[in-house]
């Protein structure tokens, strides 16, 4: 996708899937209520959720997007930080975003 083509997606989208990596190494995840604000990422998850107590300030973290209403036409945005704040919701430091868009691969002929 193209950055106006991410943007867009983006505004869309309220939900993600959410994983990080607590301090024993071992792999968190949840699904929670995400917002891009000012390049950053604004998470609500639930206080008692596994994944706020697992990550720590400055920690790795990743967010992604799906939308697909067909296999052949499946979106998503991936976004990797790192937690800012903690308090009362995640903020996360945009580092990297990356993208897939299923409907703009070529299909075989059947």
Do not use: N
Not at 17 to 46: F, K, M, S, T
Not at 63 to 91: A, K, M, N
Request: some cysteine; glycine content about 8%.
């Amino acid at each position: 996708m193209t950055a106006e083509e991410i943007d867009a997606f983006l505004a869309e989208q309220t939900v993600a899937v959410i994983a990080a990596v607590d301090p024993e190494g071992w792999p968190v995840g949840a699904v929670g209520r995400v917002q891009r604000v000012d390049g950053l990422l604004d998470i609500d998850l639930p206080p008692f959720d596994a994944l706020v107590e697992a990550i720590r300030d400055g920690g790795p973290i990743c967010c992604v997007f799906e939308d697909s209403p067909t296999y052949h036409t499946i979106r998503g945005v991936t976004i990797r930080g790192r937690v800012r704040r903690r308090d009362p919701q995640l903020e996360v430091e945009i580092e990297r975003t990356t993208s897939f868009d299923f409907g703009k691969l070529p299909r075989s002929e059947r």
